[in-house]
């Protein structure tokens, strides 16, 4: 998938959702796990706007789902290691098996 808009823009609205975020989360006083989705909406967004959809779909699993998991008292002792170790495995191998979609 092609850039949906520059990289400057993309970062500079991920990091206008973070402050939002930020600023609901003080708001609020509900850091746990609400930081889950401050930190992993924000950076979804940014993969989302540079066309990097894969990404975008790991960084919802693994921030999203932890949200989920902590906010509904599912339990973790087996999801979120298997969330974590599946982000882990898909960004090893997105580094090291397509070099050619490196950014430069």
């Not at 500079?12 to 930020?22: D, V, Y």
């Not at 850091?31 to 989302?48: D, E, K, N």
């Not at 998991?69 to 982000?87: A, C, E, K, M, N």
Request: hydrophobic letters at 55%; a positive charge.
């Amino acid at each position: 998938m092609n850039p949906i808009t520059s990289k400057k823009r993309a970062h500079t609205l991920s990091t206008a959702l973070f402050l939002i975020g930020l600023a609901i989360l003080f708001f609020t006083d509900a850091w746990w796990p609400g930081i889950m989705l401050v930190i992993g909406l924000p950076l979804a967004l940014r993969q989302y706007l540079l066309g990097r959809l894969y990404d975008t779909f790991i960084s919802l699993l693994v921030f999203a789902g932890t949200f989920i998991t902590v906010q509904y008292d599912i339990s973790w002792r087996i999801f979120l290691p298997t969330l974590f170790t599946l982000g882990a495995i898909y960004v090893l191998f997105r580094e090291f098996v397509s070099p050619e979609d490196k950014e430069k």
